[in-house]
């Protein structure tokens, strides 16, 4: 089994910066996927970003170019570093782990920006 608890969340007015991280535990494998995804009220859940152990990053492009993924396979942690925030940022932001055909999520942290 594998545990993600995510921290960082909270509000910021629009135009600011947050960063989130996501603590991985248990057993975790090499050669997996972390990533980001975010559920707005009423929408489904979405993409924002994933980043797979030693590979490229991808992004959304809603969040291509003020988003920035990272990860610290040394800390099983994965980070979020968002800038420009938007008020359509707002949502929960769910961690993510895929490895091989199992997929983890955390419990997810709240983002508000305000206009």
């Known amino acids: 089994q594998v545990r993600l608890v995510e921290s960082g969340g909270g509000l910021v007015q629009a135009g600011g910066s947050l960063t989130l991280s996501c603590a991985a535990s248990?057993?975790?494998?090499?050669?997996?996927?972390m990533g980001w995804y975010r559920q707005a009220p009423g929408k489904q859940r979405e993409l924002v970003a994933t980043?797979?152990?030693?590979?490229?990053?991808n992004y959304a492009s809603s969040v291509k170019g003020r988003f920035t993924i990272s990860r610290d396979d040394a800390k099983n942690t994965v980070y979020l570093q968002m800038n420009s925030l938007k008020p359509e940022d707002t949502a929960v932001y769910y961690c993510?782990?895929?490895?091989?055909?199992?997929?983890?999520w955390g419990q997810g942290t709240q983002v508000t920006v305000s206009s």
């Open positions: 993510s782990l895929r490895s091989d055909v199992l997929f983890y």
């Open positions: 248990g057993s975790i494998f090499s050669g997996n996927v």
């Open positions: 980043i797979p152990s030693g590979g490229m990053a």
